[in-house]
């Protein structure tokens, strides 16, 4: 099974700041995805990374937000400029080694706490 | 995206088996079905995922009819550890998964 690190696990920010949260798969990979779900709601889709670009990304994911592959192996999301609203847990996902791109592996998440 | 139906809470004693039904009536030709399960505060985990008929892992058994309107996602033999969300999900994605809000299993002793 692949393995997924993120850090940090824990963020606390003031709102209005910007936040980078950090993935890392223990081998390179062509596809990323970001989910977040936020206390007591379901998962949500954020972006998918295929290849240094992104393929798809939902309604969430506003100009507030961008995804990077700054060195080939992290993979990074930014939001700029905090909202209350934002405070969530971040997954990122990978896809399963011989497996379709739907099952995937999370890694443990970061949670987001936007003061 | 075929949209999931599936009961919001199940509750089950250690040592039974549970069952989890999932409708998914406008399911198409190309959708896999796929589970997975979630702890608190942890990232989802994949755990079965078939296209039709009967699929055993480790983990689960997947029971799908003929007609692939549903799906029973069954656990042999629960454990207090087996207390977490269960999620079904339909689709042909690419990767974008679509979680709904799952079903909720406790395991009492």
């Known amino acids: 099974e692949p393995e997924v690190t993120q850090t940090p696990s824990h963020q606390v920010t003031q709102m209005g700041q910007e936040v980078i949260l950090r993935c890392v798969p223990i081998?390179?990979?062509?596809?990323f995805y970001w989910y977040r779900q936020i206390l007591g709601q379901k998962v949500e889709f954020l972006v998918s990374f295929y290849n240094n670009e992104i393929s798809e990304k939902s309604e969430i994911f506003d100009d507030q937000f961008s995804v990077e592959r700054p060195d080939g192996s992290n993979f990074t999301l930014k939001i700029r400029s905090t909202k209350l609203e934002d405070s969530a847990m971040y997954f990122c996902?990978?896809?399963?080694?011989?497996?379709?791109?739907?099952?995937?592996?999370f890694g443990p998440g970061t949670r987001l706490t936007v003061l | 995206l075929a949209k999931t139906t599936q009961p919001i809470s199940m509750d089950s004693y250690e040592g039974q088996e549970v069952n989890i039904t999932c409708s998914h009536n406008n399911i198409a030709t190309n959708d896999y079905i796929t589970w997975y399960q979630q702890f608190p505060s942890q990232g989802p985990r994949f755990i079965i995922q078939g296209y039709k008929t009967k699929v055993t892992n480790e983990v689960a058994s997947l029971f799908i009819p003929a007609d692939r309107k549903s799906s029973t996602l069954s656990l042999p033999r629960v454990s207090l550890s087996d207390t977490a969300v269960y999620y079904c999900l339909v689709g042909d994605s690419w990767g974008k998964l679509q979680f709904g809000a799952g079903t909720q299993v406790v395991v009492t002793p």
């Open positions: 081998s390179n990979h062509l596809y």
């Open positions: 996902a990978i896809p399963l080694l011989g497996g379709r791109t739907d099952t995937q592996y």
